[in-house]
């Protein structure tokens, strides 16, 4: 049993930052894989970034090169750093734990508008 819980998202300006951050209940090395997700009115929810036990990570086409997933393990904490926002990078951001199955943060709102 994972519980996640998202904090971080808010209003910013376009080309400015946030820092996303999802607290798991458990020590993160227990869980296969993580990841951010986000889903924005009207579209389907799609994949942001993603980061492996190992250390292994993915991302979206439309962040790379601005955001950063990572990881704290001393505070169970998954973080992902976004830079040089968008307008298009509004939604909601929810985080993902996977172990034998799928667990889900109940998500925070990012709105980049100016």
């Known amino acids: 049993q994972v519980q996640l819980v998202e904090s971080g998202g808010g209003l910013v300006q376009p080309g400015g930052s946030l820092r996303l951050s999802c607290a798991a209940s458990?020590?993160?090395?227990?869980?296969?894989?993580m990841g951010w997700y986000r889903q924005a009115p009207g579209k389907q929810r799609e994949s942001v970034a993603t980061?492996?036990?190992?250390?292994?990570?993915t991302y979206e086409d439309s962040v790379k090169g601005r955001f950063t997933i990572s990881r704290d393990s001393d505070k169970n904490t998954l973080y992902l750093q976004m830079n040089s926002l968008k307008p298009e990078d509004t939604a909601l951001y929810l985080c993902?734990?996977?172990?034998?199955?799928?667990?889900w943060g109940k998500g925070t709102l990012v709105t980049v508008s100016s």
């Open positions: 980061i492996t036990v190992a250390g292994t990570t």
């Open positions: 458990v020590n993160i090395f227990r869980i296969n894989t």
């Open positions: 993902k734990a996977t172990t034998y199955k799928d667990y």
